[in-house]
């Protein structure tokens, strides 16, 4: 009984050791993982400040990886649905589908554009069957001008309309109007969207990183570096989410551009001469004759307008001089009047003197 109570006494010994020494190996790999991490987290640190490593050479790097990640992600977009024997190794889709392709099961981005051209006979009721197939399609006129002349009136409109009914609003203009000109362009832009995609999710792997630095940062330099290569990263963030809502949107509403006319004169603009009556002949004639004269009238009273300064400046030199003229040539005259009277009072002395020399 004793040896039993000495054995159980030593056994109990022995576990107490056993779990004391388990412990004790936990508590230390415990403090040794804390102890790795935060080692870890100072090397880090000390590696950012050391080697002068800016946000950018994060950048650079996220972004040489994600330049790889676009043509996976386009192959993913475009790879065709998978069986039920390989759903455990199918990729995850990041693009969103919208409209019949994606009932259709294919992801594509399409932006989808029209121009149309509609001759009708009746321009208020094509106008009118307009606006209310606009109405009932659920889309809506961007944009509206009109006008009108001697050969016919019209207008042009800009209807943006949803990408499941662009089909459907064709399809109603040309009952409008049967002989439809239409010419429809389609732009794929699922490339490009799966670019930004990737340039986004770079871009804010990019963010997060710089967040957590700007949070270990102790000196406000290091925090004043990696604040403004935050707001670059952000900036560059806001574009990306831009251009894909601009994508979103247009790739969601298709624009139709559309050129409605009704023709009103009984000739054309530019009619052959020939068919022209006789009447018509002459008053066109005549009408080009008082054009020409009124043109040249015109450019009459354009060269005076032009030469008045000229002829001032010449009156105001060519007055002066004619007074001056005129005042010499009287005085002239007056000259010669008074040689003249002496001349004659001159003869008749002579003749004078002649006759008392004969009488005597």
């Known amino acids: 009984m004793r040896i039993s109570t000495k ?9 107490c050791m056993l779990v004391l020494g388990l412990l004790a190996g936990c508590s230390s790999s415990s403090k040794s993982e804390q102890s790795a991490s935060m080692a870890d987290s100072k090397s880090d640190m000390n590696s950012v400040r050391t080697s002068g490593a800016t946000a950018d ?84 006129i961007l944009q509206f001008s009109e006008n009108a002349n001697t050969g016919e ?19 109603g203009l040309e009952k409008i109007s049967p002989s439809l000109q239409r010419n429809v362009q ?8 799966v670019d930004l995609s990737s340039r986004l999710t770079a871009k804010q792997l990019v963010e997060s990183r710089l967040l957590s630095f700007m ?21 560059a963030i806001e574009q990306i989410k831009g251009r894909m809502r601009y994508l979103d949107q247009n790739v969601s509403y298709s624009t139709i551009e559309l050129r409605m006319y009704q023709q009103t004169g009984k000739k054309p603009l530019l009619s ?10 002459v008053e066109k004639a005549w009408g080009s004759s008082l054009n ?6 015109q450019g009459v009273l354009v060269f005076l307008a032009a030469a008045v300064p000229v002829l001032v400046i010449l009156l105001l030199i060519a007055i002066p001089i004619w007074v001056y003229r005129r005042k010499r040539n009287s005085q002239l005259k007056a000259l010669r009047l008074q040689l003249r009277e002496q001349n004659t009072s001159e003869h008749t002395l002579e003749d004078a003197e002649q006759g008392t020399k004969g009488t005597e």
């Open 186 to 193: 389609g732009q794929d832009v699922t490339e490009e969207y």
């Open 57 to 140: 050479q994060f950048a650079s790097k996220d972004v040489s990886a994600s330049n790889a990640a676009p043509a996976a992600k386009a192959k993913e977009s475009t790879s065709i649905a998978p069986t039920s024997d390989d759903k455990s190794t199918t990729p995850n889709v990041v693009m969103p589908a919208s409209g019949n392709d994606q009932e259709a099961g294919f992801n594509r981005k399409l932006i989808y554009r029209a121009n149309l051209v509609m001759p009708v006979e009746d321009y208020s009721k094509a106008q009118t069957q307009l606006r209310d197939l606009v109405a009932l399609s659920g889309a809506y």
């Open 215 to 235: 949070e270990k940062a102790s000196k406000t330099d290091d925090l004043l570096a990696f604040s403004n290569e935050l707001a670059k990263v952000q900036e």
């Open 292 to 297: 020409v004269l009124v043109a040249v009238m």
């Open 272 to 281: 052959d001469p020939n068919e022209l009556t006789l009447a018509e002949r």
């Open 153 to 171: 009136k019209g207008g042009t409109y800009t209807i943006k309309v949803a990408a499941n009914g662009f089909v459907s609003m064709l399809d």
């Open 7 to 15: 054995a159980s006494l030593a056994l109990m010994i022995v576990m």
